[in-house]
């Protein structure tokens, strides 16, 4: 196959799109693929890193507000799609796949026009921007969770789970904590807030420290990349036990996460898709900040079903994490019901049956 795949700005939309590339080199290792992303996105570092062929184009988001900062998205993106009409002329896909985020609509917009087939990958349960505005013009639209479906035009959408689900699941993890300095056979809780870090996530977690010292388990809690500094200042001179580590990005989080006891942080679709492939207990902490506010209905898909605990973000602080992060470290039989009542909603097959929908595309 000659795929062309796009998805940009967060992790969230960058690993689906990358699950989907290492499902197909699996089952086609003669396939091309080309990975077009932004230049902003952290998909530049991630995708070049996995060596694969990356090209970025420059495109910005809509400001909410009018501003003229729109005129200048509007007019990059109207670039991205002439520089994506040539990169689709030079590459000649079978099939070009949409992974949300602004740099996939130019390409996936382009591929369109150019009658290339085309699929977009929906990780939300609350439509993104980028993807509503596609839903018109692509052939397919796999979503990964059903509450998508009503908000697409109903004939285009096949429930498909999220691929990223499949790839965690089948990894043969080699990791172990003494890679990053830890016990191997200390239970373990992993605190990261989404692919890029949260400030309150890290402000509780940094004045709940001289607690986690005291505790018979470890932490290791990711700051994001462009936060790590910024923990440190705040952390400096403040005694850190042997029992915590403090990294900016885990970069090989398949491996990581099957040796996970517990996850504390945001409730993405991509993070939801890989604790309940999984079956990780979780303390999730929706973000307020997102569209539709679906990080909180998927944290309720989990909540509801004995899967996870939540704690809003208006009632996080150091107390209530520690409070939550206890009562679970302290209580195996907890951590495994939880763990069994979220692997049952975990999809672990969504990356073949995304590719099976792609070749029914190609002609
Ligand atoms: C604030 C915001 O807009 N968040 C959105 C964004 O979140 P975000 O990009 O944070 O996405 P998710 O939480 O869904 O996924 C994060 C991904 O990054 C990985 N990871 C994270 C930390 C780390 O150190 N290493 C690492 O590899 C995780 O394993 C996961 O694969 O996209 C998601 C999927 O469209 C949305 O549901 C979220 O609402």
Redesign the pocket.
Known sequence: MRLIISGGG????I?PALAIIEDLMKQEPDSKVLYVGSKRGLESSIVPEQGIDFIALEIQGFKRSLSFENFKTVALFLKSVRESKKIIKDFKPDVVIGT?GYVSGAVVYAAAKAHIPTMIHE??SAVGLTNKFLSRYVDKIAIGFQEAAAQFPKEKVVFAGNP?AQQVANMKSTFNWSDIGLQDDQPTVLI?G???GAPAINKAVIGAINEFNKRTYQVVF?TGQKRYQNVIDLLDKTRISSNIKILP??KN?PQVLPKVSLIVG?S????IA?ITALGIPAVLIP?P??TAD??TKNTMSLVSRGAALMIKQDDLNSKSLLKAVDQLMHDSDAREKMAENSKKLGVVDSADEILNLARTLIH
């Open positions: 967060t992790g969230g939309h690993y949300g990780q939300n990223r990261f989404g692919s890029q990711v990005y885990i989080m945001r993405g679709a991509t993070s890989e973000s900040y997102v679906h990080q």
